[in-house]
Structure formats: C-alpha cells, structure tokens
T-cell receptor, first 113, second 114 residues
Framework: NAGVMQNPRHLVRRRGQEARLRCSPM?????VYWYRQLPEEGLKFMVY????????ESGMPKERFSAEFPKEGPSILRIQQVVRGDSAAYFC???????????FGQGTRLTVV | QQQVKQSPQSLIVQKGGIPIINCAYE??????FPWYQQFPGKGPALLIA?????SEKKEGRFTISFNKSAKQFSLHIMDSQPGDSATYFC?????????????FGTGTRLQVTL
C-alpha cells in the first residue's frame, strides 16, 4: 500500500512563473490536505479537499493560490506568478473519511529564484 | 494567534537520556493530539497520538503525558538514541464534519549525542 505520493520532490521556478504541485492520497483515503512549511517553522494548514470539492480553504492566501481534487487524478496545488516568499516545502496529507490519523507525503520543496 | 505552543525550540541530550518536549493548547474543542517526527528532507511521520480522556499513552520508547485541566501535553523519549535526532512536532485537531484539520506547534529540534 503506497503512501501519500507527491511530485515533483523539488521544483525551481523563476519569479512570475506558475508552480503546479501534485498529490495522490493513500488508497482508500478521500480527504486531502495541503500544508506549507516555511524554513525553521511548523506546518501551516492551507486547504482541505474531497473529490471535486473544496471543503475548507481558510489557510490559503487570497490571491495566486488555488487547489483542486478532480474526480480522476491527483490533487493539484497551483501557485500562479510565484514570488520569493512562496519558497517553502509544501506537504500533502490524506486521511480516511472520519479518520483521525493523517499521513503525510514527502513534500515538494519549491524554490523561487 | 498561535493555538499550540511548543517548547523548547531545540534540545540536546546524551544517548540514553530522556528528552521531554512540552506543548500547550488554547482551544478546548481540540480532542486529538498527535506527535510527528520529521527528518531533514522528509515528510512528518506519525509517532504516537492521544485523546484527552487518557492521561498517559506509551508506544515503545515514546510516552505522551496529558493534563487536560492545564491544557498541556508532553512527549518523553526513553533511552534516547542518536537515530532519534530529528525535529518533533506536536499537533492538535478537532473534527470538522468528516475532516480532521491539524494545528501544529513550531517544532523541537532534538539532537542525541553519543
């Protein structure tokens, strides 16, 4: 049973470009969460999604950030017009419906140059 | 507003010692308290978790102590080993519908020396 799969593991983007981060949850998990970890800091909740629905996006920046979890395929976190301050590790996590245990992927480390 | 406060920020212990990491929370609606271990370049891995109706939980060398009235909980690592050197995060969550959104502490960087 594969864990939470994220790709790419490392992503370098120039300022103004778009970054697309992908996440496939664990088998049987229908809940996907995205967290951001800035250097030397803890993880901050960004968004929670179920298939085709954004349930809670209270942690998402109001502009340039969007997330989706389509009926088919992985969840995508999209950052448009990236800026240096977007450089961080982005972690995807998943849990089963009603489950408390949350499993994390290995993360995508975004560097904006 | 930081809802989960974690201390210390860093900790150095000798092999065999018992590092203790403390966390305090504010929101009494939290009802699930996991600890995660993170190695450099890796994702957080669940170590152990506790619910507030239990005062202590042990899994192997890891023990959580929970004080509901004080809204505090702590992680103890017995007989610590150099391989335990990592960053440890406490977290708290509550159910929101069918989701369990985690609020993390700021992390403790543990170094276990020989």
């Amino acid at each position: 049973n594969a864990g939470v799969m994220q790709n790419p593991r490392h992503l370098v983007r120039r300022r103004g470009q778009e970054a697309r981060l992908r996440c496939s949850p664990m088998k049987g998990h229908s809940h996907v969460y995205w967290y951001r970890q800035l250097p030397e800091e803890g993880l901050k909740f960004m968004v929670y999604l179920q298939k085709e629905n954004i349930i809670d996006e209270s942690g998402m920046p109001k502009e340039r950030f969007s997330a989706e979890f389509p009926k088919e395929g992985p969840s995508i976190l999209r950052i448009q017009q990236v800026v240096r301050g977007d450089s961080a590790a982005y972690f995807c996590a998943s849990s089963p419906p009603g489950g408390r245990v949350t499993f994390f992927g290995q993360g995508t480390r975004l560097t904006v140059v | 507003q930081q809802q989960v406060k974690q201390s210390p920020q860093s900790l150095i212990v000798q092999k065999g010692g018992i590092p203790i990491i403390n966390c305090a929370y504010e929101n009494t609606a939290f009802d699930y308290f996991p600890w995660y271990q993170q190695f450099p370049g890796k994702g957080p891995a669940l170590l152990i978790a506790i619910r507030p109706d239990v005062s202590e939980k042990k899994e192997g060398r890891f023990t959580i102590s929970f004080n509901k009235s004080a809204k505090q909980f702590s992680l103890h690592i017995m007989d610590s080993q150099p391989g335990d050197s990592a960053t440890y995060f406490c977290a708290a969550s509550m159910m929101s519908g069918t989701a369990s959104k985690l609020t993390f502490g700021t992390g403790t960087r543990l170094q276990v020396t020989l």
